[in-house]
Each structure stands twice: as structure tokens, then as C-alpha cells.
């Protein structure tokens, strides 16, 4: 009896091994209990076991590959409690080959805990001084680059600032700053190549100033006049730029993760020497999106580093009520990603983790998750009052003791590399800059009305030309009411 079950479920796997085109040609050992090993395998077997690190060995006779689950090996040291949490079970030697791999055995009822009391540590390199931890593990950073750095941080200050001034005059309509995050925008930037993909939120503006998009650039979108890429159709800060290999930022919160995830595995099935960030805040980790993205992208095995901003907040919601992991960092090896917690107020720590992210994406084909602990300083939006939701205190505290930009600069300012001087020249610099774009872009026309039909539909349907009938007769009728300077 039992050798009939046995016999008939070993035909079944061969069955499913059969119809799995990789896995034909060697069925027959499994068939035979003839344990596999490395040499006995197919070349194009072999071949696919190592690009995935699935170990060639581990083909038993009793481990069917079909639900074998490689365990990867990453360059990173990933931190695993898996030993410390049943210390007792040590000696207990039974094994038994499960589907996706080995588990042993214990007699003790014990329920992993759901603590978050001993939290993963947090990756930091300068303490609030500016000094630099010795005996660190850090890319070593150029002058002109950590200059480079600071100066962008500055003007991300300075251009959120303007902006948001400029929406409560009434001149846009809508503006979010970044204020708190400089160092995420600026120094994740940093340590990438032009021809990263980026996937951004909404609150990553620096990553596109980093890559040359212009102050007139952001103030056209903000403006929505005719040069802005969107042609005035979405909010502002919905930036969006092919020439910096910049995804159109949508308001849609965590849409852009599983996109990443997408275009990171075409980078990889084209041999792409470069990878896929996208950014998003400790809200799109509350999303399914987020869930769903980590779990492809780590079977896949695809080159996407998943850059978590942990603000703290999702507009009014506090962590506390979104998640009790800690954090989003134990989510990624919940999912077999390498994952770390870094400062994320902390520039240097930020530009050292995504550098070695980065290079662990592309040599390793493999996703990466960072989450860069953070506070956010600012109103969520300009919608928002964040005073009614937290108190005063805990954001001056937030920002004063653990600003970004003034560690930053305690660090080059202790190497020599910057002065009060330099600061002053550059912060009234840059505020002329900005204004002025501003008034550029204010008096540039809008883009004509047309373009809000078109592009879509390559005929475009019955409802939307009748739509574009009715707005233009309303404008006609209503002329006072509307904009003078959109050409109809
Ligand atoms: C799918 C979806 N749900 C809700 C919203 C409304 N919304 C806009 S931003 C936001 C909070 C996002 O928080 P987080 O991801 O932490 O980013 P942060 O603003 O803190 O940078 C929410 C709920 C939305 N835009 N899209
Ligand atoms: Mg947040």
C-alpha cells in the first residue's frame, strides 16, 4: 500500500518535473532514486543553478527541484536570529528535506516572538558632530563630491522653501517639501549612475536636481506652462524626466514599487550593467503593492534596490498604526532580500549603503532593501497641518538635534572643505536662482487645450471629443472665469 502511494505520487512529480522545460532531461535519476549531483546535471542546468546561487549539490533524490528553494548567497552579512531562537533544539539531529529546503525538529511548543524589544541596529557613520565613527565600514568619499553633496542639499532647502512660499501666495496650487530628507534625496543620488532607473514617490526631488534637471525645469512643472514634460496635466511636484531616466512621479501611493520591480527585470533579461531605485515612504510599505513587489523581485532575482524613506508618518498616521514589525527592514528578509537599517539623516551612511546596494544589484542580481530611518520635518503637504496631529516640540527637536544638513556640514566644514563664506555665497546664489526661475515660469503660456485630450488615443473616442466641445464652449461662454494665457 504504502509503496503504491509512493510509486503513484513519484509519477506525479515526474509528471509536473516534465512539463517544466528546464528540468526534462534529468528526470530520470529522480525516477530512479539516483541522487544528482553537479556533474550529472544537464549543462543548461547547471548553468542556471549557479547564475541563481542555488548550490548544484543540493539535488537529492529526496529534495524534488521543483519546490526546492535555493538559498542565496548574498555578499551581505544578513542578520538572522534563526539559531538563537531555539537554542535548546541544537542537538535535536532529525532533518527532514521540506519543500524549499531543510527544517529540523523540536518537541517544544514555542511560537516565535512577535517582540519588536530588540530592534536592528541602525547603520551611521558620523555621529551629530560631524565625526566620522572610526574604524567604519565606508566608501571613501572625494572632496568635490561630498561638496557636490552638500551644495544640492542646500539648494533643495532653498528651492523648498521659495516654492512653498510661493503656494501660499496663491501662485501654485499645491507644493510638498522635503525638508528632514535632504540627505536621503541627495546622497542616494549620489552613489548611483545616471543610468540607474529611478522610481520615485513624490518626495524625492533631489535624486532628478542631482541629475541635472534645472531650477527652471522644476519651477515649469510646478507652473504647469507649456516646456513642463507633463504639459500641465498633473499637480505640481509630479516631475517626470526621460533624459535623467526619471519615472513619471504619480500620486497613486507604492504604484511605482511593482513598476520597478518590471523594468529591473528587463534590465536583467537584457544584461543591463545598471539597476533599478524606487523610493517610497513608510506608508507604501502599508500597501499590498509593497508586498507584492518584494516577494517577484526576490524570486526573480532582479537588480532593484527598494529605498524605504521610515518618515515616521503617513500623513496623520503614525507608524504605530500602520505596522508592530519593527520597521520595514525585517519585511525584506521576510522575503529573502538582503535588507538594511540605516540613518537616514546620516548623508555619508546614506551614499555608503547604496553604493554597496548597488553593487550588490548588479554582481549579484539580486534586490535590495534599505530603510533610512528619517523624520519629516515638514507638513506632510501644503494641505496639511501637521501641528494638529504632533507636537511642536517633537518636530523642533527632530529638526534642530538630528538635521541632516547641518551634520553634513559639521563633516566638511571639520575637513577644511567649506566655510561661512561659501555657505552665505551659495544659500543667496541659489535664492536668486530660484525666484527668478520662478518668474520665468509664471509668465510662460500654458500648454493649449488640446493637449489635455491628446496622447492617449491614437483616434480619439466619441466621449472625449465631445468633452473637449464642451470645455472649449464653457471657456468661450465663461472667458472671464478662465486663464487668459491657455491658447485654445
Ligand atoms: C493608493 C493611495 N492611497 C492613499 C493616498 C493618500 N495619500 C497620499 S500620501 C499618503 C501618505 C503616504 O505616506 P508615506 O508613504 O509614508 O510617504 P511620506 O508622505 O511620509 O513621505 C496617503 C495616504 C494616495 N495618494 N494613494
Ligand atoms: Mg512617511
Known amino acids: 500500500m504504502a509503496s503504491s502511494c509512493l510509486t503513484k505520487s513519484k509519477t506525479l512529480i515526474i509528471n509536473n518535473l516534465k512539463s517544466n522545460k528546464l528540468l526534462t532531461n534529468h528526470t530520470s535519476s529522480i525516477a530512479h532514486n539516483v541522487p544528482l549531483t553537479s556533474s550529472s546535471l ?78 536592528i541596529p541602525c547603520y551611521r557613520l558620523l555621529n551629530d558632530n560631524g565625526q566620522q565613527v572610526i574604524d567604519s565600514d565606508s566608501i571613501k568619499i572625494r572632496k568635490e563630491l561630498a561638496v557636490k553633496m552638500y551644495s544640492d542639499m542646500v539648494t533643495l532647502q532653498v528651492m523648498d522653501t521659495i516654492f512653498y512660499e510661493a503656494q501660499r501666495q496663491g501662485r501654485i496650487s499645491f507644493y510638498a517639501t522635503t525638508t528632514g530628507e535632504e540627505a536621503i534625496n541627495i546622497a542616494s543620488a549620489a552613489a548611483l549612475n545616471n543610468n540607474d532607473f529611478v522610481f520615485p514617490q513624490y518626495r524625492e526631488p533631489g535624486v532628478l536636481l542631482w541629475r541635472g534637471f534645472t531650477l527652471q525645469d522644476f519651477a515649469n512643472q510646478c507652473f504647469g506652462n507649456k516646456y513642463d514634460n507633463g504639459k500641465g496635466r498633473q499637480m505640481p511636484i509630479h516631475y517626470g524626466s526621460k533624459k535623467h531616466n526619471y519615472f513619471t512621479i504619480a500620486s497613486t501611493v507604492a504604484t511605482q514599487i511593482p513598476h520597478a520591480v518590471g523594468a529591473a527585470y528587463s534590465l536583467k533579461m537584457e544584461n543591463q550593467d545598471s539597476c533599478v531605485i524606487t523610493y517610497f515612504g513608510d506608508g507604501g510599505s502599508s500597501t499590498g503593492d509593497f508586498h507584492a513587489a518584494l516577494n517577484f523581485a526576490a524570486v526573480m532575482e532582479v537588480p532593484v534596490i527598494f529605498f524605504c524613506r ?167 461662454k465663461h472667458a472671464n472665469d478662465y486663464p487668459s494665457d491657455v491658447p485654445m
Not at 521543483?66 to 541544537?90: C, I, K, M, W
Not at 503617513?314 to 535588507?339: C, E, H, L, M, W
Not at 546596494?357 to 533610512?372: D, F, S
Open 310 to 476: 521610515n518618515n515616521g508618518w503617513a500623513i496623520s498616521t503614525p507608524i504605530n498604526d500602520q505596522f508592530r514589525s519593527d520597521g520595514i527592514v525585517v519585511k525584506g528578509k521576510a522575503y529573502g532580500v538582503p535588507s538594511i537599517r540605516v540613518d537616514g539623516n546620516d548623508a555619508l551612511a546614506v551614499y555608503s549603503a547604496v553604493h554597496q546596494a548597488r553593487k550588490m544589484a548588479i554582481q549579484e542580481q539580486t534586490p535590495v532593501l534599505i530603510e533610512a530611518m528619517t523624520y519629516r520635518t515638514g507638513h506632510h503637504s501644503t494641505s496639511d497641518d501637521s501641528t494638529k496631529y504632533r507636537s511642536i516640540d517633537e518636530i523642533e527637536w527632530w529638526r534642530d538635534d538630528q538635521n541632516p544638513v547641518k551634520r553634513f556640514r559639521k563633516f566638511i566644514e571639520n575637513k577644511g572643505w567649506w566655510s561661512d563664506e561659501t555657505e552665505s555665497e551659495h544659500r543667496s546664489n541659489i535664492r536668486k536662482q530660484v525666484s527668478q526661475a520662478i518668474q520665468v515660469a509664471e509668465r510662460i503660456e500654458k500648454p493649449p487645450i488640446a493637449d489635455m485630450f491628446s496622447d492617449v488615443y491614437d483616434v480619439p473616442p466619441k466621449n472625449l471629443v465631445e468633452q473637449e466641445a464642451f470645455v472649449r464652449k464653457i471657456i468661450k
Open 42 to 119: 544537464p549543462s543548461s542546468v547547471r548553468k542556471f543553478a549557479s547564475s541563481s546561487r542555488i548550490t548544484p549539490s543540493v539535488f537529492f533524490n529526496r529534495c524534488f527541484n521543483s519546490v526546492y528553494v535555493g538559498r542565496r548567497l548574498h555578499s551581505a552579512t544578513s542578520v538572522s536570529n534563526d539559531a538563537v531562537q531555539f537554542p535548546a533544539e541544537a542537538s535535536f539531529s532529525q532533518v527532514l528535506d521540506y519543500p524549499g529546503g531543510k527544517v529540523t525538529f523540536t518537541p517544544k511548543l514555542t511560537f516565535t516572538s512577535g517582540s519588536t524589544d530588540e530592534r
